[in-house]
Nanobody
């Protein structure tokens, strides 16, 4: 495992949860880290990305205003704070490393294949 995701669990609708993604030493510092999720019977979708220095952030429209991505370089960890959770947020959440290079990890043309290392996923279940 090169990235370690944690923080999932079962919460009530309207509650908050914070996910953590730790980039292990063997992987090396990323250019960016992204959070994705895959709900039951759905394709995996992009949620948010952040540059490793925290200077650039991007969110998909569906989570703007509810989710906040942040980074703690000293802990080599990226967080996804999720507020006002809804049952439709139920999914397995994955973090992934965007490697140094020319790929763009911000904007409307996010491509999963540009991320090279993925965490194992952490389940978030939101009950109504």
């Amino acid at each position: 495992v090169q990235l370690q995701a944690s923080g999932g669990g079962t919460v009530q609708a309207g509650d908050s949860a914070r996910l953590s993604c730790t980039v292990l030493r063997e992987v090396g510092s990323p250019k960016a880290v992204g959070w994705f999720r895959q709900g039951p019977g759905k394709d995996r979708e992009f949620m948010a990305s952040i540059s490793w220095n925290g200077g650039r952030i991007w969110y998909t429209d569906s989570v703007k205003g509810r989710f906040t991505i942040s980074t703690d370089n000293a802990r080599k960890t990226v967080y996804l704070q999720m507020n006002s959770l809804k049952p439709e947020d139920t999914a397995v959440y994955y973090c992934a490393r965007g490697p140094p290079g020319l790929c763009n990890f911000f904007g409307d043309d996010i491509r999963e294949n540009d991320y090279d290392y993925w965490g194992q996923g952490t389940q978030v279940t939101v009950s109504s």
